[in-house]
T-cell receptor, first 115, second 110 residues
Framework: NAGVTQTPKFQVLKTGQSMTLQCAQD?????MSWYRQDPGMGLRLIHY???????DQGEVPNGYNVSRSTTEDFPLRLLSAAPSQTSVYFC??????????????FGAGTRLSVL | DAKTTQPTSMDCAEGRAANLPCNHSTISGNEYVYWYRQIHSQGPQYIIHGLKNNETNEMASLIITEDRKSSTLILPHATLRDTAVYYC???????????FGGGTRLMVKP
């Protein structure tokens, strides 16, 4: 049981390049989220999804795009990478159950550097 | 969601109890207190949560004051592997996001 799998683990991009960070879960969780964490800071929510076909913006959505075509996958797209997007990106999942939706399971993270 | 205030850092001797405080003086009646931790370079890990009663699980205990304006996470016998940043988060179950602040950096020393 892999839980939440993020790929790649590390990535270096040049300014203006695009890429997709992958997040896959085998926990059958409805909720999926993307956070970014800058050095020495807490996590900030980028986008989230409450189920397949439904996405919404979090605290810092600009420069990122998401879609949710299946329960299992929630990719995060950087359309034109900027140095300000250098960060560690975490994907998280949780159930839709009201009592447990804030118990989130996180992936190991993707470390992204934009030069 | 209510804001939380935590000390920036704390030390604890290995084998002793680690008591991590959190102030949430503006907490509302339907907001829960959640604790997560983040071991260096890893994704955050859920520890425990509660509404108003004290809670205990295999990882930790959570003590919430009667007025619910503060809480304490207790790791009863801290080990070196408990060295991490601990986040106290207050949230209702109606929202769709958790707000992670700066947390407390706990250093467990031999």
């Amino acid at each position: 049981n892999a839980g939440v799998t993020q790929t790649p683990k590390f990535q270096v991009l040049k300014t203006g390049q695009s890429m997709t960070l992958q997040c896959a879960q085998d926990m059958n969780h409805e909720y999926m989220s993307w956070y970014r964490q800058d050095p020495g800071m807490g996590l900030r929510l980028i986008h989230y999804s409450v189920g397949a076909g439904i996405t919404d913006q979090g605290e810092v959505p600009n420069g990122y795009n998401v879609s949710r075509s299946t329960t299992e996958d929630f990719p995060l797209r950087l359309l034109s990478a900027a140095p300000s997007q250098t960060s560690v990106y975490f994907c998280a999942t949780s159930t839709r159950d009201r009592a447990t939706k804030n118990i989130q399971y996180f992936g190991a993270g993707t470390r992204l550097s934009v030069l | 969601d209510a804001k939380t205030t935590q000390p920036t850092s704390m030390d604890c001797a290995e084998g002793r109890a680690a008591n991590l405080p959190c102030n949430h003086s503006t907490i509302s009646g339907n907001e829960y207190v959640y604790w997560y931790r983040q071991i260096h370079s890893q994704g955050p890990q859920y520890i425990i949560h509660g509404l108003k009663n004290n809670e205990t699980n295999e990882m930790a205990s959570l003590i919430i004051t009667e007025d619910r304006k503060s809480s304490t996470l207790i790791l009863p016998h801290a080990t070196l592997r408990d060295t991490a940043v601990y986040y106290c988060i207050v949230s209702t179950n109606a929202g769709n996001m958790l707000t992670f602040g700066g947390g407390t950096r706990l250093m467990v020393k031999p």
